[in-house]
């Protein structure tokens, strides 16, 4: 069973800025897409960011210009920088991969809290 676990969210001031981090196990990881989306308190979870196993990325509007995706094959591990960071930032950030044969696991969840 694949698993993924966040760590990095905390607490930040608006302007800051957070590095999350999902390590993946059990899973091929360097042939899955990986991405973050992200559930703030009575909204639906929402797309944050992907990166392919060929290293494309694609971000949402909101997040564009302030947050990176990346990846470390050799760590199994996917990373989401967030720069500039919004109180409407604030959200619990879960891992998700997905395999080619359409496997989707997901994280338990990371939080992010932005404010004064």
């Known amino acids: 069973q694949v698993q993924l676990v966040e760590s990095g969210g905390g607490l930040v001031q608006p302007g800051g800025s957070l590095r999350l981090s999902c390590v993946a196990s059990?899973?091929?990881?360097?042939?899955?897409?990986m991405a973050w989306y992200r559930q703030a308190p009575g909204n639906q979870r929402e797309f944050v960011a992907i990166?392919?196993?060929?290293?494309?990325?694609n971000y949402a509007d909101s997040v564009k210009g302030r947050f990176t995706i990346s990846r470390d094959n050799a760590k199994k591990t996917v990373y989401l920088q967030m720069n500039s960071l919004k109180p409407e930032d604030t959200a619990v950030y879960y891992c998700r991969s997905l395999s080619p044969r359409g496997f989707v696991s997901w994280g338990q969840g990371t939080q992010v809290t932005v404010s004064s």
């Open positions: 990166i392919n196993s060929d290293g494309r990325t």
């Open positions: 059990r899973i091929i990881f360097n042939i899955n897409d």
